[in-house]
């Protein structure tokens, strides 16, 4: 049932991908090329991609290095906490700018807010025996940081950045910067709420 239950959560997250992936090339002028890599700049297509790709491998090749390595507690809880994120700051800070039409509507509830609270639910109940600790929440921020590293210096080349609180034309290095020390705040609250979490599982199953 598990096994089941993640590689449903994979195959969602695939086809929701590929989805706004068709939307996004049929509304673009650009040429292919160019409208993927902008695609693929996008913090929720990775993470959705990271979540195809993780729970995919733990339900279809668990036997596997790459399904070892997303059935570990710490790798799930670090990558459900990037997949929250995702729905929560979709939803916070994004929704009300963006209006998305048409199977392109259903594909972005698909990203930003089934998936999301699909993977929480399956980590939270079948996540098995917990090994988090609060000393992982360091290492679980290279993801982050590496994502925003790469949009800041793409960006600095293209002048394209895809989301407005790291868009330095608009706000400058110091006004993102400002914004990029908010969301580090918030990843890192964030993976400590997960980790007390795990671990007062631990304290009701003893």
């Not at 990271?50 to 670090?78: C, E």
């Not at 979490?197 to 003893?206: A, D, N, P, T």
Request: proline share 3%.
């Amino acid at each position: 049932m598990t096994r089941l239950i993640r590689g449903g959560i994979a195959i969602t997250a695939l086809v929701a991908v590929l989805i706004q992936y068709a939307t996004f090339i049929s509304g673009t002028s650009e040429g292919v090329a160019l409208a993927t890599l902008r695609y693929f700049s996008y913090f929720t297509i990775t993470t959705n991609c990271l979540v195809a790709v993780g729970w995919g491998a733990a339900a279809f090749a668990p036997q596997t290095a790459l399904g070892q390595f997303f059935s570990k507690d710490t790798i799930r809880t670090a990558v459900t906490s990037y997949i929250v994120l995702v729905g929560v700051i979709y939803h916070v800070l994004l929704a009300a700018i963006h209006d998305p039409q048409g199977i392109s509507w259903y594909a972005n509830h698909l990203l930003h807010t089934l998936v999301p609270l699909a993977v929480f639910l399956e980590w939270l109940f079948l996540s098995g025996e917990r090994t988090i600790r609060f000393g992982h929440i360091i290492s679980w921020q290279v993801y982050p940081v590496v994502y925003t590293a790469y949009t800041l210096v793409k960006g600095a080349i293209t002048g394209f950045y895809p989301y407005p609180f790291l868009d330095v034309n608009e706000l400058g290095y110091s006004g993102v910067s400002i914004q990029l020390v908010g969301l580090i705040i918030t990843f890192m609250v964030t993976c400590a709420i997960f980790v007390a979490i795990g671990k007062l599982q631990v304290r009701l199953m003893r």
